[in-house]
């Protein structure tokens, strides 16, 4: 090869020019392509073109052309400016006047000029979906792929007891997640903490950072999390782990603590050791913790109250029974007057609080405010101030039952929510708008009427009081589109409102909460199966749901799976083509099986790609004129 040969053209060609010609690529081919330079690789990247390739794919965007097809038909004439861009855009001018804009187009309008509107019109539209906000960190790469690409379930690797030569399955009794050192360890390591039945705790390597991805890397001897509480309670009530609490586990990334609520009690355990260094018992049953904040007291809500538990001021106890409170339960008088009373907690005057968020502080994932929220059984969503805790400062009328609250550090308004899904604010006001607006956006999930709620609140904080009180100034109610059964469990992932429901479901909506972006069955996705399509499942649910995201800083903030819990067992949603790890590769397998497997997936693999293959052509054809 001439090494003095000059340089090809393509290489000569400046960016904007390439990310021009890239931009007419399909998705698919141009993942292809960033694999041929590191040039080409940094372009195919391009945010830009993601958020592009995201926003004419998306739902969303279809909606929008769907209504304004279908306006002049059902609705009649534009009677004012607004419904005039609604028209079809081969019958109106965006410029020109409303009294005008009725009249077809001149045959003298040059073809050019018709380009430009389209092209100024859409990027009107793309400017009201863009649902993120200036100073937010997203990878449109990974976000593309979240929203369409491939999706499969893994399922970890099942803890087992092995007695002699009997062996039985140990279920899970909830999950966190727990980045060691808060994510700063050098290898970005994450585990999955979850309560065992037999009272263990179990840690299992979500990354494969510290063994394979997928299996067991840690766990306790049994029994730790039991013990007697006030009164023999234990002896009257069963050991087991409460299945019907599912914020049963908190984790303090920095300390490498967490926290499990064991019936009416709160047991701290270190997880580098796997040891338990503290344990606290409350009056009632423990139904649900919030989030561990280093600087701030965790907030634990038992059957009947509400509680702030600061960890910061306790000292390490022992495991002896030494510091363990004994009761005499002969000794009537000597429960009546406690030298040590209850701390102050707010009361209940309704039962069983299920979800409790600390609210981030506008702008800012990694900084809390004062503000508690707390939902459960009842139809309000609680407001407490941490400043004024036991007295409640407010409340928000849902009319349903709430069994899970997440939270965007960014504002929402219902009015121009609205406004947006019809593509009526131009690109300054947008820009504007998200600049100039301040707040918090709360999301709850829960059921209305054996239907799914999906709600979204929009909170900020009054400019005029001198405390900086929370205010409500906007909600959504989606109990028509949102699920057909109630919604367990639901958190922010990337872009996008992700929940699970009652039918099994995964579900991801924009955040106005009306627009479905896409959906995926719980059940085992197992290429190895003789099938070479994706199984539809065994009828599993995800009771609850956790983003995978690191909190550390990176490239690609949000290239984070969906790790759920079923109730007995921990699986993990992916968007790749096939399984992250299968059951059988936790198992020793001798030489021949493991052979014939490999042979197997190579089959189901050549099957798969002639199939996709085979796909790519018939839709090339088909551009063609020719095909179906």
């Known amino acids: 090869m001439d090494r003095t040969r000059r340089p090809s053209g393509w290489d000569e060609l400046p960016d904007e020019i390439l990310l021009q010609i890239i931009a007419y690529l399909e998705p698919y081919h141009i993942t292809r392509l960033q694999l041929v330079s590191r040039k080409l690789q940094k372009l195919c990247l391009d945010d830009e073109l993601w958020k592009w390739n995201c926003f004419e ?88 792929i979240q929203r369409y690409g491939p999706a499969c379930i893994s399922w970890l690797q099942t803890p087992r007891i092995r007695d002699r030569e009997m062996e039985a399955i140990i279920e899970s009794r909830g999950v966190a997640l727990y980045n060691p050192y808060d994510g700063y360890d050098g290898d970005e390591t994450m585990f999955a903490v979850s309560p065992l039945d037999d009272g263990s705790v179990c840690l299992w390597d979500v990354k ?14 049994p029994d730790i999390l039991f013990i007697d509480g006030p009164s023999g309670q234990n002896q009257r009530r069963s050991k087991r782990i409460d299945t019907g609490v599912t914020e049963c586990v908190s984790v303090n990334h920095q300390n490498n603590r967490a926290f499990f609520a064991v019936q009416s009690h709160l047991i701290e355990v270190d997880l580098s050791r796997l040891e338990v260094v503290s344990r606290e018992s409350f009056e009632w049953s423990i139904t649900t913790m919030s989030t561990v904040n280093d600087s701030l007291p965790l907030t634990v809500g038992t059957s009947l109250g509400i509680h702030l538990h600061d960890f910061r001021t306790r000292a390490h106890t022992s495991n002896d029974r030494s510091e363990r409170v004994e009761w005499d339960e002969t000794d009537v008088y000597k429960s009546i007057f406690d030298p040590k009373p209850l701390p102050p907690y707010a009361s209940l005057s309704q039962p069983t609080p299920i979800s409790i968020l600390h609210l981030p502080k ?37 009319g349903g039952l709430i069994k899970s609250l997440a939270a965007v550090p960014y504002p929402y308004s219902t009015v121009d929510y609205e406004v947006r899904r019809q593509g009526d604010f131009p690109i300054e006001k947008m820009s504007r708008i998200k600049q100039t607006g301040s707040g918090v956006t709360m999301i709850a ?101 956790v983003s995978t995201k690191s909190s550390v800083d990176q490239d690609r903030p949000n290239n984070d799976n969906i790790l759920f819990w079923t109730g007995e067992r921990l699986g993990m949603l992916s968007f790749t083509t096939a399984p992250l790890y299968q059951a059988d590769d936790f198992e020793p397998q001798d030489e021949e099986t493991a052979a014939e497997e490999e042979k197997r997936q190579e089959y189901t693999d050549q099957m798969r790609e002639a199939l996709e293959r085979q796909t790519d052509e018939i839709r090339l054809m088909s551009r063609f004129g020719h095909g179906p």
Not at 101 to 130: C, F, G, L, Y
Not at 212 to 217: N, T
Not at 517 to 523: F, L, P, Q, V, Y
Request: include cysteine; charge should be positive.
């Open 57 to 144: 794919e998306s739902p969303w965007y279809a909606h929008l052309k769907n209504r304004r097809s279908a306006a002049p038909a059902f609705f009649g004439l534009a009677s004012d400016g607004h419904e005039a861009q609604d028209a079809p855009q081969d019958a109106s001018d965006g410029t020109s006047s409303p009294e005008s804009s009725n009249r077809p187009i001149p045959p003298t309008v040059a073809p050019t000029e018709d380009d430009k509107h389209r092209r100024w019109q859409k990027m009107q539209d793309m400017a009201n979906w863009d649902p993120s906000f200036p100073d937010e960190r997203v990878s449109w790469y990974d976000e593309y």
């Open 208 to 221: 494969g950072t510290r063994g394979k991805q997928g299996s067991i890397v840690g766990r306790s001897k």
């Open 362 to 398: 506008p702008g800012l994932h990694s900084q809390t405010s004062d503000d508690i929220y707390v939902s459960g059984r009842f139809t309000n969503i609680l407001h407490y101030d941490r400043r004024k805790f036991p007295a409640i400062v407010g409340s928000i009328y849902s």
């Open 445 to 545: 999930g829960g059921s209305y009427k054996l239907k799914g709620s999906l709600e979204v609140y929009g909170l900020s904080s009054a400019v005029h009081s001198n405390d900086r009180a929370t205010l409500q100034n906007a909600a959504m109610k989606n109990r028509q589109t949102a699920a057909s059964s109630t919604i367990l469990s639901l958190t922010t992932h990337g872009t996008k409102i992700a929940f699970s429901d009652g039918t099994g479901l995964i579900k991801w909506f924009e955040r106005d909460g009306f627009t479905e972006c896409r959906r995926h069955k719980i059940g085992s996705c197992d290429t190895r199966e003789n099938n070479i399509f994706a199984s539809s499942g065994r009828g599993e649910i995800a009771r609850k749901i």
